[in-house]
């Protein structure tokens, strides 16, 4: 007879203690960061503010019972266009975890990869819709309260529920006959093709002064442009989409070095320090843990 024991893993147990335990913000007066660039799939639950959401090449409009996702290589930030009190909920999910659930005929990982980087990403919850997920959050914040013994096991289950909610809610959306496919909303279209062609060439040198030259447009209008509709700078997008590009190339199994130079860095110690101040994880590090899976 064989001895089998069944149980959730150790990287799950610990991330149902440690994740997803502070979900809400609400923020007076808010001010734009940097671009979000996670190593967890995100779902965003809008509540309130004078916001849109860049992700990618797109900008999505916000209103009250809007649900956004992003997956692992998507940059991401909310820009704020005043300075409306903003509140929002926020899950972060490991791939693992979600992986973890996969059965042969149901796939939860399906909403967050199976589309195209920067599309996709947001559908506008119903009121039922919205009062089920209002529900499920104020259930597991309940169990966070309390996380040990049988919580952990029910904030599990409220967890599982909750990713079939919206996996449910957006395969539904994509069902529907006069589906929106939602492109970026008031980015001018030089703007579109200036990021088309960063995009394009990350492993090259990219700076304000090419850009200038290949587009002739003024690197300071530019500048006023990007920040205007995308939040951030020039030089933010284009450090965020490299490391975002480095990690696909490291998942991939391309060595530290070959990344290095395929991204753009030219400086090998530069790189290092970047990757690790916006994944947490070293090169390296990140490499042998997507190698290890």
Not at 2 to 12: A, K, P
Not at 76 to 87: D, G, I, K, L, R
């Amino acid at each position: 007879m064989n001895d089998m024991s069944i149980g959730i893993n150790e990287v799950i147990y610990n991330e149902l203690l440690n994740l997803n335990i502070n979900l809400h913000a609400r923020i007076s007066n808010p001010k734009s960061g940097s671009f979000h660039l996670h190593d967890t799939y995100e779902v965003y639950f809008f509540i309130s503010g004078d916001v849109t959401y860049f992700i990618e090449k797109n900008t999505y409009p916000l209103n009250y019972g809007d649900l956004v996702i992003t997956n692992t290589t998507e940059i991401h930030a909310p820009v704020f266009h005043s300075n409306t009190v903003y509140e929002r909920i926020i899950f972060h999910f490991s791939p693992e975890f979600i992986r973890s659930l996969k059965i042969p005929d149901y796939d939860l990982e399906k909403c967050f990869i199976d589309r195209p980087n920067g599309k996709f990403n947001k559908v506008s919850l119903n009121q039922q819709q919205i009062d089920e997920f209002m529900r499920i959050y104020r259930e597991i914040v309940l169990l966070n309260m309390d996380l040990h013994g049988q919580n952990i096991l029910l904030k599990y289950i409220k967890l599982i529920e909750l990713l079939v909610f919206i996996n449910n809610a957006f395969l539904s959306f994509e069902k529907m006959p006069n589906l929106n496919i939602q492109n970026s909303v008031n980015i001018p279209d030089r703007i579109i093709q200036i990021i088309n062609f960063i995009d394009a060439n990350l492993g090259r040198n990219i700076s304000l002064d090419i850009l200038e030259k290949t587009f002739f447009i003024n690197r300071t209008y530019l500048c006023t442009l990007f920040k205007k509709h995308i939040g951030k700078t020039v030089y933010q997008y284009i450090l965020y989409k490299r490391i975002s590009y480095a990690k696909q190339l490291l998942a991939n199994g391309h060595n530290v070095t070959e990344t290095c130079l395929m991204c753009g860095f030219n400086d090998y110690s530069n790189f290092i320090k970047t990757f690790k101040k916006i994944t947490g994880k070293s090169p390296g590090k990140y490499r042998n843990s997507k190698q290890s899976r």
